[in-house]
């Protein structure tokens, strides 16, 4: 089969702001967690960049990630607990956010270039293009790297809050992607690198090939990845593409 589409996600496939995610997350937790155990008498353990953010937080969106970190770690913030001043969720993200934002302010953005040489390809033979990411950040960086005009449609997280759906690993950010171009699920193929996004892609019923930039492909093929490759410049785009 050959597509007509294809949906890229943002982190870790067009950009290597993953690197930037995963520091502004030890960051934060670390902060939280540091300052946690002064006041609880609890040991301090620090966020750890490869395996917690790749089984807790990697792709997912922003408030849903620190849930699901907090959780393994036994923390909920909903109750009462020996801290003063409990801190709550939208805090923690908040935080994050405005260390992320800091952090490409003052270092800018990465690009994966085999990826945007695949985009530029694509784009010149009328393939459809599409953007689907967890992240609010995401048409800033699409901006700041002058990617915007190549995709017909980006659906980010900005998108999931004001459409009130629920991130990954549900199927409704890639399904909302494509959604008025005309194409089916069965014409598009997702490009996803977390194991939250091939979830999401594969639920939503589309070909999806897994991209392994954290020695991860056993997860991304067990997340239900069709096939997983280590680079897109693996890819070929004439046996794939119509």
């Not at 399904?175 to 690198?193: H, K, T």
């Amino acid at each position: 089969m050959k597509f007509k589409g294809a949906v890229f996600d943002l982190d870790g496939v067009i950009s290597k702001t993953e690197k930037v995610h995963a520091r502004a997350w030890k960051e934060m937790f670390d902060s939280f967690l540091n300052e946690r155990s002064k006041t609880n008498g609890e040991d301090f353990i620090p966020f750890d960049k490869h395996s917690d953010y790749l089984n807790y937080v990697d792709g997912k969106p922003r408030l849903e990630g620190i849930r699901s970190f907090l959780q393994s770690r036994e923390i909920n913030l909903t109750k009462q607990d020996d801290q003063n001043d409990l801190i709550d969720i939208e805090e923690l993200g908040g935080i994050k956010d405005d260390i992320f934002k800091k952090i490409l302010h003052e270092e800018g953005v990465d690009l994966y270039e085999t990826t945007i040489d695949l985009i530029h390809d694509l784009h010149k033979r009328g393939i459809k293009l599409f953007v689907a990411s967890s992240s609010k950040n995401c048409r800033r960086v699409l901006k700041s790297s002058d990617l915007m005009n190549y995709f017909l449609n980006i659906f980010d997280g900005t998108d999931l809050d004001r459409k009130q759906i629920p991130g990954k690993p549900h199927p409704g950010l890639f399904l909302n992607a494509i959604e008025g171009s005309y194409l089916q699920v069965s014409d598009c193929v997702v490009f996803e690198d977390s194991v939250a996004g091939v979830k999401s892609a594969k639920g939503g019923g589309f070909f999806t090939i897994g991209v392994d930039r954290s020695n991860n492909t056993e997860s991304l093929i067990n997340a239900g990845a069709d096939i997983v490759v280590t680079d897109l410049v693996e890819i070929d785009s004439n046996s794939i593409f119509l």
